[in-house]
C-alpha cells in the first residue's frame, strides 16, 4: 500500500519539523472528559445557520488548512480492528496526530470504534485552531460486525426491500462505531466474469443495478436524515465505467460509446444520487483516453451540470497521482491540479492536495474560487451530518457493544442468506434433502471451512460468529450423525488421500453434496481472472465421486458467474451459494432442508464456456443472429465451440414448486404515443410447497435508429403463489418503459414494433408484439 504522503521535498520537511511527543499528549487519557453522544437524532442548526457557519470558517481558514480539509488519510495497514487508535498505525503516529491538530486532514478512513473515534474527535474539536470535526470514512460494503451476503449474492433475491434492510443495519453498526461514510454501494454494471469486483455490485442488468443502487443508497442514509446518529453517508462507486475493463483486467482502460456510457454505466450513478447520495467516488479507469480522475465531462458537466450533484467526489485510493502513470500528467503538481480542475473535491491518500494545492493557487494555475468550491461541499456534508452540532455523534461505547451483532442483525444475515441462495437445477426433485432417513456426504473444500463464508471486502466481521455448512446442516438435521464429512481437496490443491477418503464417504451415503468453488481470494479488487473454472483439483474431485453413482448436489461458493463443466455440470442438483456472510450454513441448510423455497435469480449469466467474456443476456442481435435451435449453421454470430447463449441465464432460478407461465396477454397491440396497455400472465404453481416467484418484463425494440439489444429487462415483480393456486401478474406500459440513449446521448423513444416476453428469465418463451404509435 502507498504511504499516506509522497516522499516530496515538502512532505518531508513537515515530516522532519514534526515533535515526537505530540502523539503521546495527543492521546492521553482525556477522551473521557468529552461528552457522551446524545441519546437521540443529534439536533442541527437551520441550513442558514450552517451556511453561514461555513461561509465563516472558509473566511477564516488558510490556504493550508483549506488543503487539509480535502485531505484524507488512510491507516496503511488498511484494515483495523476496533478501538485500535488508527494514529498508532500510520506508521509515523505523529505526523499524523501533527496534521489533524494543524487542521491539515479533513478526514480519515478505515479506522473505526466509538472510543478510537472520540479521541481522534477531541483532537480536532479542542485542539485546531478552527475546531473543524474530523469525517469518518469506512469500506462497509456488505456489513460490519454482521456480515451479510455479498452484494452480487443479495442481488440474486431482486429484492429492494432486502437491499434496504442489509444496508440500514449496516448503518446502525457502522454509525455506533463512529464512522460517518461508506464507501459504498458499487454500482458498476459488470458484464465481465472475469473482472474480480462483480462480486461487489449487482451484476449485468441495468434496472437491477438502478433499483438496487437507490435501496442501498437509501438504507445506508436512513429515513431521518443524515444527522440522525444512525445514518452514513453513501458514496455510489466508482465514477465510471470501471467496470468494463478491458479484458476483464482489473484497472484496464475503458472505450465506449456514448450511448453505451450513458445507457448502461451511467443510470446506476444516476439513481443512487437521485436517492440522496452525497457523496460519489471517482474510478481508477480511463475512459475514452480521459481518465476518471480527471474526467471534467464526467465530474464536472455531467454530475454537477446536467445531474445538479449537490455533494463531494473524492478519488479512489490515490487514483489522482495514478493520473502520472496513465500518462495524462505531469508529476504530482499536474496532476492535483488536473483532478481538482476536472471535479475531484477530496484526496484519497495521496497527499497530493495539502501538498500542492497552497502552490497552484499561488501560482493562478488553480482558482482560490475552486478550492473554496470544495471546501465548501466538504463542510456542508459535515454540517449535514450534524458534526457541527455533536461532533461525537453516534459514539457511544456502551451502545456500540449492544448494537453491533445484535441477535436481529443474524437473523437477518439468515434470511438474506437463504434469499440469495439460487437453484440452477434439480434433476429428479434431488432437493431438498429429507432432515431424517437419508445418510448425506458433505464432501469438498467448503464443507466445514468457515474462512470463506463472508467473501471478498469484510473488514471488521466477527469471525467468532462463521456459520460453516457443516455445522449449518448438523443444526438442521434431526439426527446429526447422518452427516459424513469429507474435505477431499484444497480449494487449489489435491489432499493426499482426500478423494479416496471423500469415495468412501459417498459410498456410505445415499445423496452427496460436493461444496465446491471459488475462496474469497478468487474475486474482489485486482483478483480478475482468465478463466472462469473450477479448479482442477476440486474437478477432478467431483469427477472421483462422480463415478460412485449417488445421487449428487453441487454447492457453489463464488463470486461470479462460473463455466460448469463435466461431473459438476451433469450433478443432478447445482446450486449457487456465493458467499453469505456470517450465517452462511445457516442459510444454506434453510435452502437444502426446505424450510425456504428457493426463490433467488442469476444477476449474472453463466456462460457455457469463459470465452464468451464479456457476456450479458442483453446483447445486441447482430447482423447475423446465431440461432440456437441450428448450432451448425455456421455463418452466425456464434463460436467454434458453443452458441453465444448462457447454460444458464440471467433471471434464471428454481424452486420448489412447479411453476407454469401462461402466454403474455396484451390489453391492446397498440399503445398509443400518450397512452397505457397492460400486459399480463397467468402463473400456476402446480406443485406442493409456496414458491415466490419473480416475474420479468423484457422487451425489444426491433427497429431503431441505433441498435438495440435482442431483450432488455424493463420491470420485474416478486410473487408468493400457494401450491395449486394461479395468480395473474399484470404491468402498465407507457411509452417511456420504451426509452433508450440515441446517438447523440440523449433518451429517444421511437415508434414501432416491439417484442415483449413475461418471463422466469431472460432467454425462455415467446414474446408478444405490439406497436407504438405517434
Ligand atoms: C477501492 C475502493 C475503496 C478504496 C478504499 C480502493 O482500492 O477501489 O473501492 O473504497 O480502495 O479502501
Redesign the pocket.
Known sequence: MTAALSDTPNAMSRRRALSSLAVLSALGASWFSAPRAKAGPVQTRSSAEHAALIETLIGQMTIDEKAGQLNLL?DPF?FRPYNVNPLDAFGDPARTTDLIRRGLCGAL??GVGAEAGRRIQRITVEETRLKIPMLFAA?IIHGMTTVFPVPLAEASAFDEDLAYRTARVAALEGAVSGIHQA?AP?VDVARDQRWGRVV?GAGEDVLLNQRLAAARVRGFQGERGLADRDALLA?P??FVAYSAAQGGMEYNTTDMSEATLRGVFLPPFWSAIDAGALSV?SA?NDLNGVPTSGNRRMLTDVLRGEWDFKGFVVS??TSERELIAHGFAEDGRDAARIALLAGVDMS?VSGLYLEHIPGLVASGDVPMARVDEAVRRVLATKAALGLFDDPYRGMDPERERVVRGAAAHYALAREAGAKSIVLLKNEGRVLPLRREGQKIALIGPFASDVDNVFGPWTIWGDEGHRVSLEAGFRAAMRRPEDLVVAQGCEVEAALSGGISAAVVAAAQSDVVVLALGESARFSG?AQSRVEITLPPAQQALAQAVAEIGKPMVVLLRNGRALELSGAVKDAAGIVVTWFLGSEMGNSVADVVFGTHSPSGRLPVSFPHRSGQQPFSYDHKTTGRPANPALASEEYTARYRETTNTALYPFGHGLTYGEVRYSAAVLSSDTLTWNGEIEASVAIQNAGTVPVVETVQLYIHDRVASLTQPGQRLRNYRKVAIAPGATTTVTFRLRRAVLEFVGETGAMTVEPGTFDLWLAPSAQVGTPTRFTLVR
Open positions: 488512510a488498511r478512513f478505515n469500506d464507501y458499487m461487489e458514496t462507486k466508482h467516488m481508477f479512489d485510493y484519497m479488487e
